[in-house]
DNA sequence: CTTACGGCCTGTACGC
DNA sequence: TGCGTACAGGCCGTAA
């Protein structure tokens, strides 16, 4: 379930685990998450050391020494659990696929009872070239996303804004949530068709995006400790949304008589206020 | 080329 | 309590 804040979230959770340590015993338990690990992945990582942890759009990436890289997805499930006690007997463990432990004697568990997620190995060489990273748009909380970036990436678009936001050509990193809370705070209609976006909406966007993700980040840092939960789970925290899973709610919008609505685009829910997102 | 849709898995919530 | 159904925040591959 896991979008742009929330990654960055379980990422800053990792960072005093891992970064700069080393592996000293890795264990995967289940080779069949969306793509199956690599030949070897566990002999792999077992003695690497983790330098670096970066985020990419939703995708974690530990940079390891001897130029390789472990490239993280987390679906729609996957959870990273620190030092706890976590048991396959009791049923609670059922899903934990992958078991880092690190030279300081720390245990970080993965866990993904859907396995959307995604684990692999790559040349730190191919950081822009793989695949599953080549195509994706800018960071939205980087300059590199523009105003001038987003119109010229919906020119032409027929889709409706919604799902061109969706896109992660477009721009990296928002999953379903965080598009309607971004076009609800821009106050722009999900239906409206992507390439009609006036330059003044496409403002309104940028900045409802950056906002939306930074206040969602900001978040999670004063909610966890360290970016934990009691459990040892990283990164989820609970966060109000102004619209999303509000269906038949006020509009929370000053002067707006709206009710929250919910319609259905791409196969998706949406949500957003018909009063004051034209 | 762009756009639309099915499928991957399991858990949970809800109506009857 | 049990059962069936719908739905869930992602993404890819394929077809149109």
Excluded: W
Excluded at 132 to 155: I, Q, R, Y
């Amino acid at each position: 379930m896991p979008e742009l804040p929330e990654v960055e979230t379980v990422r800053l959770g990792l960072v005093p685990v891992l970064e700069g340590r080393k592996l000293v015993r890795v264990e995967a338990r289940r080779p069949d998450l969306r793509i199956a690990f690599p030949p070897r992945f566990a002999e792999r990582l077992t003695g690497r050391r983790v330098e670096r942890l970066e985020r990419r759009a939703k995708y974690i990436l530990a940079h390891l020494d001897r130029g390789e890289i472990l490239l993280i997805h987390l679906g729609m499930s996957g959870r990273f659990f620190v030092d706890m006690q976590r048991s396959n007997a009791t049923g609670s463990g059922a899903h934990d696929h992958v078991m880092f432990e690190t030279d300081r004697g720390a245990r970080v568990v993965y866990s993904d009872h859907r396995r959307f997620g995604l684990m692999t190995l790559l040349a730190a060489s191919d950081r822009d070239s793989h695949k599953l990273l080549k195509g994706l748009g800018p960071e939205p909380l980087t300059a590199d996303f523009s105003v001038a970036h987003l119109l010229a990436a919906l020119k032409g678009k027929r889709t409706p804004i919604k799902a061109a936001l969706l896109d992660q050509r477009v721009v990296a990193g928002l999953g379903n949530i965080y598009v309607c809370e971004a076009l609800f705070g821009a106050g722009v209609s999900p239906k409206r068709i992507a390439a009609k976006v006036t330059r003044d909406q496409a403002k309104r966007l940028v900045a409802a995006i950056r906002t939306v993700l930074k206040d969602a980040i900001a978040a999670g840092g004063s909610t966890l400790r360290d970016y934990r939960k009691a459990d040892g789970e990283l990164g989820y925290f609970q966060h109000k949304f102004r619209v999303y899973d509000r269906e038949g709610e006020r509009c929370s919008k000053r002067g707006c008589r709206g009710r929250i609505k919910r319609i259905v685009q791409a196969g998706r829910s949406t949500f957003f206020c018909p009063g004051c997102q034209r």
